[in-house]
Each structure stands twice: as C-alpha cells, then as structure tokens.
C-alpha cells in the first residue's frame, strides 16, 4: 500500500502563484510514476502533471508552460509548482501514485480556488 498527503491548496487571486506538494509513505518501492489530477466543478477528473522515476514529465495542454512537475526523491515528495493561475484552474487537485503492478493510488485531495 501507498499512502499520499497532499498539501499547500487554498486560495489565490489570478495571476499568482501556489505550490502543492505530495508525500508518499508505504510501499513507495513499488511506484514508478507520480503526478497531479484535478476535478473542477461540474468536471470529470483530469490530468494535469505526470513524472516518472526516469524523469520524464508530461503535461496538460491548457498548463503548460505555467506548472512545473517536480521531485524529491530523498523526501519522497513530488510538488506541483503552478504560476499565472487563473479561475479556470479552480479545481480539487488530486496526487497520484502509479505502482509496477497497476494499482492507482490517490491521496485525499487539496482544494486550489482562483478568485477573480
């Protein structure tokens, strides 16, 4: 089993800046891709940022060049740097944890609200 704690949503004016931040504890051996969703209001679940542990990143085309997928290994953190937000990025961001097996884990969620 893989634990997620998600932190560092909350609320923004547009244009600013925040920096979520994910720690995984447990089975973090068997994990070979982290990264960020996001579920906004009246949306389906959707990807937003994904790393794996070679380093390859991958992005949503409505955030790219504003995040930044990251690592620390040492820490067992990933964080997602999001700059020039705007309300469209109002959203519960989610940390996700890809094992070697297929199992999808997920931490609980952490609400970014982008006010106007």
């Known amino acids: 089993q893989v634990q997620l704690v998600e932190s560092g949503g909350g609320l923004v004016q547009a244009g600013g800046s925040l920096r979520l931040s994910c720690a995984a504890s447990g089975s973090i051996f068997s994990i070979n891709a982290m990264g960020w969703y996001r579920q906004g209001p009246g949306k389906q679940r959707e990807l937003v940022a994904l790393i794996t542990n070679s380093g390859s990143t991958n992005y949503a085309d409505s955030v790219k060049g504003r995040f930044t997928i990251s690592r620390d290994n040492a820490k067992n953190t990933v964080y997602l740097q999001m700059n020039s937000l705007n309300t469209e990025d109002t959203a519960v961001y989610y940390c996700?944890?890809?094992?070697?097996?297929?199992?999808?884990?997920w931490g609980k969620g952490t609400l970014v609200t982008v006010s106007s």
């Open positions: 996700n944890a890809k094992s070697t097996y297929g199992t999808n884990y």
